[in-house]
């Protein structure tokens, strides 16, 4: 079975401090992606990585940065957490091509105060 | 650019009911289609998929049709349980990386 881990599933952080939000997969998949999910928002993108050292930004990019060293890990970093960052984020992994789904880690819900 | 809109929830059944949840989708060529549920707590799950156009994918009693004419894939099941009750999200990928997700579908399913 495919496992996706995040570091956390609940953290409280102040304004402005920096957060590290910490992926790992075990399925040598290429692509890894960070959304944050907000209530009637959906799913927004927020990085993604097709490869080592490789990143692409998504839609919401503004405030956040991505760390890729290694395969199957895939940071994201707040460098200066904001009361308006306090949401879910969901970590996610797949092959890359055609065809191949995504599968999620189980999240963290981060609380800025 | 790509994009996926689906119905707005919540929704509220009885067990048994019948279950259709809407979703089209915008996008050019041939995108794979996608369903995912989330479970109270948890992250998402994939539940099916299709990759071509008339495929149907179907998965836990769950069925949704690739419908390109209609730039359409509805999810529908034909008696829903209680555990049925989770947050549903259609979503699509074209040819680049990116995958596109609609807000989501909240389910409640009630004795």
């Known amino acids: 079975d495919v496992k996706v881990t995040q570091s956390s599933r609940y953290l409280v952080k102040r304004t402005g401090e920096k957060v590290f939000l910490e992926c790992v997969q075990d399925?040598?998949?290429?692509?890894m992606f960070w959304y944050r999910q907000d209530p009637g928002l959906g799913l927004r993108l927020i990085y993604f990585?097709?490869?080592?050292?490789?990143?692409e930004k998504g839609d919401i990019p503004e405030g956040y940065s991505v760390s890729r060293e290694k395969k199957e890990r895939f940071s994201l970093i707040l460098e200066s957490a904001s009361t308006n960052q306090t949401s879910m984020y969901l970590c996610?992994?797949?092959?890359?091509?055609?065809?191949?789904?995504?599968?999620f880690g189980p999240g963290t819900r981060l609380t800025v105060t | 650019g790509d994009s996926v809109t689906q119905m707005e929830g919540p929704v509220t059944l009885s067990e048994e009911a019948f279950l259709t949840i809407n979703c089209t989708y915008t996008?050019?060529?041939?995108?794979?289609l996608f369903w995912y549920v989330q479970y109270p707590g948890e992250g998402l799950q994939l539940l099916l998929k299709?990759?071509?156009?008339?495929d149907k994918g179907s998965n836990k009693g769950f069925e949704a049709t690739y419908r390109k004419e209609t730039t359409s894939f509805h999810l529908e099941k034909g008696s829903v349980q209680v555990s049925d009750s989770a947050v549903y999200f259609c979503?699509?990928?074209?040819?680049?990386?990116?995958?596109?997700f609609g807000t989501g579908t909240s389910l409640t399913v009630i004795p």
């Open positions: 996008a050019t060529g041939y995108p794979s």
């Open positions: 996610a992994s797949r092959y890359s091509g055609n065809g191949y789904e995504q599968y």
């Open positions: 979503a699509l990928k074209n040819t680049g990386n990116q995958f596109y």
């Open positions: 990585s097709y490869d080592v050292k490789m990143k």
């Open positions: 399925m040598d998949h290429e692509n």
């Open positions: 299709a990759t071509k156009a008339d």
